[in-house]
């Protein structure tokens, strides 16, 4: 049995980008790896370099399947992983040399089901260290596990620190394989967007223990390629089915007062990403009126009409207390000031990214 399963999902990654990620994962130190790169359809490039980088090293194995998502995508790695652990690393990111030997060491030692650690936010021109808690305990169990659940949804409900990056995310953790089988843990292929928080939930829901590293071992590197800049028509219908989803984990496991707070913050920041993705994106070629509308509409939902009722502005900083509160009187215009000016100063304050 290799000590870890590591799953690559791969989608029309530039072939520099590509072939650091892969070269960071075949180097590491100490541990015995089986790697499954998933060309989820690739263009043909792209399909090629994946199978020629499966000659490097006999560990790695590539399976093509046409385009269906990154969720389909890591299941296929999950049902085919054999290590003792199972670990996700996006084809556009990297690891240090010793990541997997740490993690794989430290929760063989304490019987963890899952095990996290920091990483490091990788711009073109600055690297960020970002650590997902303040604290120092290595066993998160020891101050509550509704705590890791809660910042899945919203780190303010905890008074957490908010970052780039939230700890919902599937990659900088490894998973006990056992531990995934005996829960059926799979990603959630009909979600298209933050299905990795969704997974999360659960994952941390079942796990006996969760440990954590206070140290950033693993590269997420910040680009504007991702979906998280690009013109998306669909983000309403897309927060949506992750909105329902996430209610469903919380009446499942009765979750409480708490949790429906949290899931209100989510659902008052996915309005930033609604107007940067769709109304107020550059590719959105509708007039500003009937931009204005829809933004309307969408706010007169009944997730948004209880998020901005029910949420309490003492969790928020000075720009977004100013932003909800032209959100709360539908101020269209200190929206639409408020998004420019949010973008201009991430491009002066040189938080560039590659492209």
């Not at 994962?25 to 790896?33: F, G, N, P, R, S």
């Not at 399947?65 to 996006?90: P, Y």
């Not at 006996?208 to 140290?215: D, E, K, Q, T, V």
């Not at 107007?275 to 007169?300: E, F, H, Q, V």
């Amino acid at each position: 049995m290799s000590d870890v399963s590591v799953i690559i999902p791969v989608y029309n990654i530039e072939n520099e980008v590509l072939i650091q990620c892969v070269k960071s994962v075949v180097e590491q130190k100490a541990v015995d790896l089986e790697i499954f790169i998933i060309d989820d359809g690739s263009k043909a490039e792209c399909a090629e370099l994946c199978d020629e980088l499966k000659r490097w090293n006999f560990k790695i194995e590539v399976i093509h399947q046409r385009n269906q998502g990154v969720s389909v995508a890591r299941n296929e790695g999950i049902k085919r992983a054999k290590g003792k652990w199972i670990a996700f690393v996006d084809a556009d990111d990297w690891i240090d040399v010793d990541m997997l030997s740490v993690m794989t060491a430290y929760g063989n030692r304490t019987d963890a089901d899952i095990v996290m650690c920091d990483c490091f936010v990788n711009y073109s021109r600055k690297q960020v260290e970002t650590h997902f808690f303040d604290v120092k305990e290595p066993n998160l169990e020891d101050f509550d596990k509704d705590r890791v659940l809660l910042n899945v949804l919203s780190p303010r409900i905890c008074n957490d620190k908010v970052n780039v990056i939230d700890i919902g995310v599937p990659w900088a953790k490894i998973y006990r394989n056992d531990f995934i089988r005996e829960n059926n843990l799979f990603f959630d292929k009909t979600l298209r967007r933050m299905q990795d928080n969704i997974f999360n939930l659960y994952a941390f829901e079942y796990a006996r223990s969760i440990r954590y590293i206070h140290l950033p071992l693993y590269h997420y590197r910040k680009s504007v390629n991702s979906g998280l800049y690009k013109y998306n028509s669909q983000i309403v219908e897309i927060y949506d089915s992750y909105f329902q989803s996430a209610l469903k984990y919380i009446d499942l496991f009765e979750k409480g007062e708490m949790f429906g707070k949290a899931l209100n913050y989510k659902v008052f920041f996915s309005i930033y990403v609604i107007l940067n993705n769709d109304i107020l994106n550059d590719d959105n070629k509708t007039t500003l009126k009937d931009k204005k509308d829809k933004l309307l509409s969408i706010l007169k939902s009944p997730y948004y009409v209880k998020a901005i009722d029910e949420i309490e502005s003492e969790f928020l900083n000075h720009k977004e207390k100013i932003f909800f509160l032209f959100v709360r009187y539908k101020f269209f215009a200190g929206m639409y000031i408020a998004l420019k000016m949010k973008k201009a100063i991430y491009n002066i304050i040189g938080k560039g990214v590659k492209k």
